[in-house]
Every structure is written in C-alpha cells, then in structure tokens.
C-alpha cells in the first residue's frame, strides 16, 4: 500500500496534474523528507500503525499527502501532543513532524520535556534557518549576519547565536538517537533517508526517543534558485550545524517496560471524584457564548488559516452532536456558509445531497440553474453596509442560517450575541438588527418559492411565528 494518497486534495480537489502537486514552493526540502519518511513507514510495514502530528508551519498540512493517522497541533505543541498518543496507544508509531520556527521557538519547552521523557517516539526536526510559512522572519536557527524580513541587514550577536537543537537535545538523559542530516548531494539524501527509517525502527524495539534535525532548502526566502540554496546549506549552515550523529545509546539502552494506557472513561472519571453522572444533558445554560453548547449540544469549531498566507480561501469546520463529536474536520459539510465566490466554487460541491448552501449574493455569483443543492443567496455585504457596518456581516449570515435551517431557536442564537458582546454593549443593537434582517432574508426566500424553510408555511405565507419554535414547520422542513 502506498503511504502517500494517489491524489493531493490539497489542489483542484485532487483533479489533474495539480492534483499529484504539493503547496511546497519549488526547491523546498519538505517534498524529500516526506518522501524519506513515506518510504521508511513502507520499508517497515508499519502505515497502519502510524501516526503523524504535524503544527503550524510549512507541513501544516501533511495530512492531505501521508495516508496515515494524522493529528493536528498548536504552533510548538506537537512533540506535547506526541507525548499523549504515545501514552493513550502505546502500540502507535508516533512522528512529530516540525520545522526550526515551530519546535526551536515556541514548542522549545515541549521539545525538551518530551525528549528527556524518552517515551518511544520520533520527531523529524526540518531546519531551513528562516520562518517559511509566515513571511521570512528570523528563525531560532538563522544564521549569523543571515539576512531575513525581519533582520534585513542580517542578524546580530544581539539577537542570540543560532539554536543547536540536535545537540541540545542530545545532551539530556531521555534520547536514544540523535543524528542531523542534510540533503544537498545524493550522499547526503541517502544518509537522511537511512537514519529517518533507523528512528523509525528504534520506534518499534520501543528503544526510547528519536531526533532526526534535518537540514534543508528554503530557496524562496533566500532568495537563491534551488541549486544556489543547495550550495548555501553545503558551505553555510553546515559550518555552523555539523553533521552526523550526537547520540546514538541504542547498544546500552533496554526496551521501554509496557505501560497501561490511561482510562478516562467518564464512568470512571465519576466515580474516581465521587461525583455522580448526570442524568441528563442541562440545556440553554447562561454564561456560554455558543448556541450548539447552550442547547445542551457538543460542539466543535476548527478554523484553518494556512492558506492566506499563499493565497486561496480561509475556512472553519464546525461540527455540532446532540451526544459527542467524533472528528472535528467537515470534508462533506451538510450546511455550507460561503462569503466570497472561490470558498463557494472550492466547497459548493462537496455539500451533500439534502444539504444546504447559505452564499454572500453581494460578491458571489448565482449558483447554476441545474444546482440540486439548496440554496440561500444572501447579501450580507449589502446589508452590512447599509446598517452603517459592513463587518457585521458574518451575524446577518447568522441570522439568515438560523432561520433557514432551524438548527436552534432564533432566541438562542440572540442570546449567544448578547453574551458574546456584553462587554461592548453598544454593538448589541446593531448585530441584532443584522441577524433579524438576515433572518428576514432568509424567509422571504423561501416565502418566494426559493426552496422549503420552516420559516414559510404549505402557501408560501411568511410564518408569524417564525422567530418562534414552530413545530409545524419544522416537522416539514429537513433538517441540514
């Protein structure tokens, strides 16, 4: 089986020659350490098993390429996050995957706890000397006098010597392999490559903690061609990163002793405080900004915003359960919000069928006649502006998916703005007055034919109870 997908939904929906394409800019070194880690979960048998926690930065989104298990982590909280999926599935074979902005900077105190812990994992460390994803900052790894976005005239002793992470973390009691590699040459490829699959396997004789630093090409923010960067890290990074290995105690290091994985069952967690479960679910509960949670729902909210700094569309995936989410992320969303005409032409057409799709109607375009998807233009921007706000206009879509979709009460998503705002009281008038126009929106269309609303009863006659729980209507309406 192959570890990587036959096709990179990350681009054009999977389609075509963009479709086998990363969001890696050409030159990059991410492409071959994937492909180094990909061949080493093959070589070994071991997809099934794998898990792969990835942060913010440039492989924020390993996922859409290694068809393994895949968590997603706060900026530097990976190796923390390694840390308990090793101890929940100690069968896992767990790969924090991170780059020097991440791990060196913000997760420095995770990388350092998790490592001198020594639980059985890997952590494949890239080091391109810069913050690739936001902009070219200085990074803890940048070179002395190394020129970035934020040290245009190259970095000063001021500003700290660069971080020696491999030998920083091969200096504590925990690890039992640390080795830094380049991949410049053909050598050197081939010894990346060898010591990724010796981490790996280290992995499954439960031999202790891995670190792979890998040193790798960020042609863009040098400002090279890929071939000069190539050079770069050969005559620059390696003077000040030696390579080859810092710690290898696997003669002398005996297996990790099993461990019992954690229960947190919440009979359990119960009776372990002495409390008693709740009966039931305690519904429309004060003090909560959330309407999903304020019904006595569980709800999840995950918002990506990877994509803006390369271009494309922002979005959040919100999943809501009257019992327990079960994944967070929305590949095929029931109900789709769109703002602007790319997010509706990128995630139109993953809407189920039965589902809904609610669209800013001020800057996109109608959807086509042949579309069997229901549909709610809404001019949110329109309405923003004449309301004298045009940022305003996210709760005029609230307004409009409220009544279109009778999800919840009208009067739980009021309050839910009521709470939200009750430090600015003075914008509570105005976003009711944007939800009730976006509501009202909602209704005219579906008096109008548009499509079946709750909020429209059998002759297409506003319903005056709209605002209100209408079971009438709802039993008619299906729900998205």
Known sequence: MNVFYEQFER??????????????????????VHKYLAEAIEDLGIQDRTVAISPVGCAVFLYYYLDVG??????????????????AHPEAIVVSYQGDGDLASIGIAEILQAAQIGLPMTVVFVNNAVYGMTGGQMAPTT??????????DGRTPASGAPLRIAELIAGLDGPVYVERVALYDSKQRVRARRAIKKALHLQIENRGFALI????????????TPQEAQRWVKEQMTAVFPLGVKKDATASRR?????????????????????????????????????????????????????????????????????E???????EPQVLVAFNAPS????????????????DSSVAAALPPDCMIRHVPVPATTIAKALGAPVVKNTVMLGALAAATRLF????????????????????????AAFREGARVARAWAASGGMPCAGAQADGVPCAAAENDCDDCAQRFERA
């Open 409 to 432: 009460p009208e009067r739980a998503f009021l309050d839910a703005i009521r709470e939200a705002l009750r430090r600015k009281p003075a914008m509570v008038a105005l976003n009711e």
């Open 70 to 87: 895949n968590i997603q982590a706060a900026h530097g909280r990976a190796a923390a996050v390694a840390v308990g999926e090793k101890l």
């Open 213 to 224: 630093e890998v040193l790798a090409e960020c042609p863009l923010h040098l400002g090279l």
């Open 255 to 323: 297996p990790w002793p099993e461990w019992k994985p954690p229960d947190y069952t919440p009979a359990r967690i119960y009776q372990e405080i002495g409390a008693s479960a709740p009966d039931a679910v305690v519904r429309a509960r004060a003090g909560f900004p959330r309407v999903a949670i304020n019904e006595g729902c569980d709800a999840t909210h995950i918002p990506s915003y990877g994509p803006e700094s390369r271009g494309g569309t922002s979005y959040a995936d919100v999943r809501i359960a009257e019992s």
């Open 143 to 152: 070179l002395l006098g190394q020129k970035t976005a934020t040290t245009p």
């Open 325 to 331: 989410v079960l994944s967070p992320a929305v590949p």
């Open 11 to 32: 681009h054009a929906g999977g389609e075509g020659l963009k479709g086998r394409s990363t969001h890696y800019c050409p030159g990059c070194g991410h492409g071959l």
């Open 344 to 359: 509706l032409a990128r995630f139109g057409p993953h809407v189920v069928e039965g589902g809904m799709i609610l669209y």
